[in-house]
């Protein structure tokens, strides 16, 4: 594989390992100053195999510094996913004054003996900030009789009650329980058996509370659910999300989480979860995912490495067509690494066009505002025999990415294709934003409600870039290119 080849997959701000496989992100979780970032990770090969948790770290969210392996298989298993939380209290008495850190993980046993691999969920902890674990000597701390599927725990401090709450995926539901010490847990509920998506194994939920248009009086919990790829589906992996009430045992759906909501209506941004322990003073929720799909993760074009995660973005609660819906916008430390390239007001295609002429950018994000009704949008990534398109249709009210020709795609026949969205309510102008990089597209429309994430693999030289419009006489309200260009941290990885 050449030089250039290589760089063509690494994102130049998205992470991925220094090399070989990674999926699911886990054990998010901020603390002293740091955003650690576990991942799924097999260290010796470019597919799932005997899987780790591996381990970066950022201050800004935007240049990742990547550290030796977390937590490495045992007698117990694997290392699946899971959460990490700061246990500020002391609950488990691992550590003294200074608070430290505790995993929550699934160990994953496949012995030959058995006659399915066995599941059950076991905690680690650290004295010095990520960088050394030891395993609880107790483990594993909770395990099920039937099912087979028992994994992904995401743990949070229930501060009503005092107690951790942790929500694990069981087959097609997802279950609730508690503890006083992150070691013995109890039973609460049961949720999902007749609600939501089924076309897929549940795996890596996460349940948060957050305010709904910023009104602290109005706080409704999200429950992420992902779900498995199934070969009847030819969208392969992808998450759900519902909105309704916990009382520290139940989730109570509401009315609008009857129906079947997406997080994403691309095809890559799987498995996500939020972080944990954001300061209060910060009070953001937010959120990265797996940039790939189960449907044809292990044959997508690599060189050395394969895997990247999402850009981290907040999450929010805001009212759309009278319901509280799901809200996605890039973490704003990305606007710390944007140099401005481009700005036009009013501005037909051609305009934009001329303007753009010469302009080869790698990695870069567009902003733009289209006038009501417009069917426009950009072509990226564009060469001689190929091309990414990322746009609103004014006529359908849906956002769209169309990376059917947008280069390598033969690996999988599913992966070629044009995916869309549908906007909340008619806006009277709609925003655009296109965030692009060596190997990616991620699209925010609507302000944030229809979102789009998807790989693409172009020639290094695919640098082409221009608008369009359907209706000539309409113009683009505005127009904002700017390059992204995050610093490598000395001596690290990105
Ligand atoms: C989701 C998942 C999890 C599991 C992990 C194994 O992508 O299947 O359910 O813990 O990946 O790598």
């Known amino acids: 594989m050449s030089a250039t080849t290589k760089q063509n997959y690494r994102g130049v701000y998205h992470f991925s390992p220094e090399k070989n496989w990674m999926n699911d992100p886990n054990g998010l979780v901020y603390f002293e100053g740091e955003y650690h970032l576990f991942f799924q990770h097999h260290p010796d090969g470019m597919t799932m195999g005997e899987m780790h948790w591996g381990h970066a770290v950022s201050k800004d969210l935007v240049t990742w510094e990547e550290l030796p392996l977390a937590l490495v298989p045992d007698e117990l298993g694997m290392i699946f996913s899971g959460s990490a939380v700061v246990d500020w209290h002391n609950t488990t008495g691992f550590f003294g004054e200074k608070p430290g850190l505790v995993a929550i993980f699934t160990h994953h046993l496949n012995r030959p003996e058995d006659e399915h691999p066995l599941q059950y969920q076991s905690i680690a902890y650290s004295k010095d900030n990520g960088r050394t674990w030891t395993k609880y000597a107790g483990n594993p701390v909770l395990t099920h009789d039937t099912f087979i599927d028992f994994r992904d725990p995401k743990v949070f401090w229930d501060r009503e009650r005092s107690r951790w709450v942790m929500i694990v995926a069981c087959g097609q539901t997802v279950c609730l329980y508690h503890s006083p010490d992150l070691i013995h847990w109890t039973f609460a509920s049961e949720f999902g058996t007749g609600t939501g998506s089924h076309d897929g194994v549940w795996e890596c939920p996460d349940l948060f509370p957050l305010a709904v248009d910023g009104d602290k009086e109005k706080i409704r919990w999200v429950m992420l659910v992902s779900i498995g790829a199934d070969p009847a589906y030819e969208e392969g992996s992808r998450t759900q999300y519902f909105t309704g009430g916990f009382d520290g045992e139940v989730f109570t759906p509401d ?17 996500g979860v939020s972080w944990s322990d954001l300061p209060e003073e910060d009070g953001r929720r937010l959120f990265i995912g797996w940039m790939s799909n189960w449907m044809y993760a292990p044959q997508t074009p690599s060189a050395g490495f394969r895997g990247a995660m999402t850009i981290p973005r907040e999450l929010t609660l805001e009212t759309r067509n009278g319901e509280a819906a799901l809200i996605q916008r890039p973490a704003q430390e990305l606007e710390a690494v944007r ?3 481009l700005s036009l007001t009013n501005a037909s295609a051609q305009e934009i066009n001329a303007a753009c002429a010469g302009i080869q950018l ?3 994000v567009i902003e733009a505002e289209l006038a009501p009704g417009m069917t426009a949008g950009f072509r990226m990534k564009a060469g001689a025999a190929e091309q990414t398109l990322a746009g609103i249709n004014g006529q359908t009210q849906e956002l769209y990415v169309d990376r059917r020709v947008s280069g390598k795609s033969s690996f999988h026949p599913l992966f070629a294709g044009m995916h869309s969205a549908r906007l909340a309510a008619p806006a009277a102008a709609c925003d655009l934003h296109i965030y692009v ?11 944030g409600q229809a979102v789009i994430t ?36 000395a001596g690290g990885s990105r």
Not at 255 to 271: C, Q
Not at 437 to 447: K, N
């Open 339 to 341: 140099i401005p390239v």
């Open 362 to 364: 790698e990695a870069y």
């Open 437 to 447: 990089d060596r190997s990616s597209v991620e699209v925010f429309a609507g302000g």
């Open 255 to 271: 009315e609008a989480s009857h129906s079947i909501r997406w997080v994403d209506y691309g095809r890559d941004n799987y498995a």
């Open 454 to 489: 998807d790989l693409i693999f172009p020639e290094h030289g695919s640098t082409g870039l221009a608008a369009f419009a359907e209706q000539e006489e309409k113009r683009f309200l505005s127009v904002r290119i700017y390059e992204l260009s995050p610093a490598a941290p």
